[in-house]
């Protein structure tokens, strides 16, 4: 932490100070987390599927919220690498500090093909005006020698960062939204 | 006035982590399911859920929402959050009881501490205007209230790591503890200081962990259990947050709340003390108006394992355990929040 206070000058009261200040966090990876980092390297997306209610989680958090059910090892799934966009945002980016992006993008959720959500994933190769629910969508790998899960936390719910680039328009016919409604946490 | 009497009908620790592999939800999970399970209370039927936790240390704003995952908060339930100990969690969902339309509550404290540090989060919690910037440090500020003890006579450093060597002597029976050892007093006086007068031995571990206890209205306790806990007394005082306005020597607070809570009604079997720093326990010993003839931490204390934001719940776990598990007739919990026990809470245990 860091703390900077600009001394007054003269005989001006102080009516303000600064005081910035940051604090740092380092949490391993949980070990669910550490399989799951492990094998998206490895070109493979993994979930664990609840036993009582049969819904699939993306990374796999080791329990199924709805039914208070811990999952393990006898859960996991691999999960397709397709799938069909259930809801997305686009983002038009505004010029602060920090701010990499210049043109507007999506951010969408992508029922993965079996089962398993990734949310925030990029739409890419598409015209943001064509993203649309329904769309069928394919994941597009970074190389496998460029793959990294360094940045992923436990909080990356959905995230496949450094691992798939995002996902593109497969040109399939959209799939109809009584698909995918309740398929959707 | 009389209150509505309240039971502790389920309880349920986590061993105290140095540093946990699992998230604070995942860890959460088998705390509150054994919990519910002892209570022998339906998930479905328990009226109102509190929780106490810190984003702070989590370092993720809204994180507290996160736990509700170990909960089952689906379909929606009565919910709700402190930012402070899980034993302040207790007290609001105590609150809600008395007001007779629901019978049963779950209450969890939780807390991981080591991705953090602890020394550069807690002076936020300061006045941010002439604390917080020059960054003073639960330590510190520990150190000043063990020196204005020992200028006063009040305490000796051997007296210090007395408490320190029971405590750790303590919790070498109990499975959750983090730091159990049989040391020498007069090799742990030979230590150097982290910040004098303190030593490593006066300070309480980093630690994760989480705790939970059910509650329950009279009726329903009688008829869930045959071994109820009954909170006899329950009260939480607070004094003004800049520590050069008290005198830290005496603890005002938590003398008020033990007078509220009736601790000095009964004679006490347990005391479980949430003194962090070992000279905190004679401050909190006088305030409460005990004496030798009570057995003082038991579990270890806070001093032997001190997951933060669960800590002061646990005090009543393990005063709950002491009475449920080993005979005690009646037991004092007390928990604490702030700096060198600016907020206490007392709550008394009667079999």
Redesign the interface.
């Known amino acids: ?1 860091t ?1 900077t ?1 600009e001394a007054p000058s003269g005989t001006e009261p102080v009516t303000m ?1 600064d ?1 910035f ?1 940051h ?6 990876l ?3 987390m550490v399989h799951y980092a492990e094998t998206l390297e490895d070109g493979r997306i993994i979930g664990h599927r609840c036993p009582q209610c049969g819904l699939v989680y993306v990374p796999p ?3 199924c ?4 059910v ?1 999952t393990g090892d006898a859960d996991e799934l691999t999960l397709a690498d397709t799938g069909v966009v259930t809801n997305y945002t686009i983002i038009t980016p505004v010029q602060y500090y920090g701010q990499q992006e210049t043109e507007p993008f999506a951010k969408a959720s992508v029922l993965l093909d079996g089962g398993g959500i990734l949310s925030l994933q990029d739409i890419v190769d598409c015209p943001v005006e064509q993203v649309r629910v329904g769309m069928r969508v394919a994941a597009v790998w970074v190389p496998a020698e460029a793959r990294t899960t360094a940045e992923m936390t ?2 990356s719910a959905g995230s496949a960062e450094g691992c798939i680039r995002g996902f593109r328009p497969t040109g399939e016919p959209d799939l109809p939204p009584e698909e995918f409604v309740d398929k959707v946490v | 006035m009389a209150s509505p009497d309240i039971a502790i009908v389920g309880y349920a620790q986590s061993p105290s982590y140095r540093r946990a592999e699992l998230t604070e939800v995942q860890f959460l999970y088998p705390v509150i399911n054994a919990a519910i399970e002892q209570s022998n209370i339906e998930r479905r039927s328990i009226g109102f859920t509190c929780a106490g936790s810190c984003d702070y240390l989590s370092g993720q704003t809204f994180a507290f929402v996160m736990n509700l995952e170990a909960v089952g908060a689906w379909p929606p339930i009565s919910e709700s959050h402190v930012e402070m100990d899980g034993a302040w969690a207790l007290y609001e969902a105590w609150v809600r009881l008395q007001h007779g339309d629901i019978d049963s509550a779950l209450v969890f404290g939780s807390g991981k501490s080591s991705p953090g540090t602890p020394a550069e989060i807690y002076p936020l919690q300061l006045d941010p205007y002439t604390l917080s910037p020059l960054g003073v440090d639960p330590v510190s500020l520990a150190a000043l209230q063990a020196r204005v003890m020992l200028d006063r006579g009040m305490i000796t450093e051997r007296d210090m790591a007395e408490v320190a060597v029971r405590s750790r002597r303590a919790a070498a029976s109990n499975p959750y503890a983090q730091v159990t050892a049989s040391p020498d007093v007069d090799d742990l006086l030979q230590q150097l200081y982290v910040t004098s007068p303190l030593r490593r031995h006066d300070l309480p571990p980093i630690s994760d962990g989480a705790s939970a206890v059910v509650l329950a209205t009279a009726d329903k306790a009688r008829e869930v259990s045959d071994h109820p806990v009954w909170i006899r007394g329950i009260d939480h005082r607070i004094e003004p947050h800049q520590p050069g306005m008290r005198d830290l020597g005496v603890s005002v607070s938590t003398k008020l709340a033990g007078e509220k809570a009736g601790v000095g009604e009964a004679a006490v079997d347990v005391a479980e003390l949430c003194a962090t720093f070992t000279h905190q326990e004679r401050i909190l010993l006088d305030a409460l108006g005990l004496d030798g003839g009570v057995d003082v931490n038991p579990s270890g204390g806070p001093l032997a394992a001190n997951a933060v934001m669960a800590v002061g719940l646990t005090r009543v776990v393990e005063a709950a355990r002491a009475i449920r598990e080993r005979g005690a007739r009646r037991a004092v919990a007390h928990a604490t929040s702030g700096q060198c026990l600016q907020q206490n809470l007392v709550c008394v245990l009667e079999a």
């Open positions: 932490m703390a206070n100070m005081f200040m604090l740092d966090y380092r949490e391993p949980a070990p669910v958090r080791g329990y919220p709805i039914c208070v811990e436990n909080r």
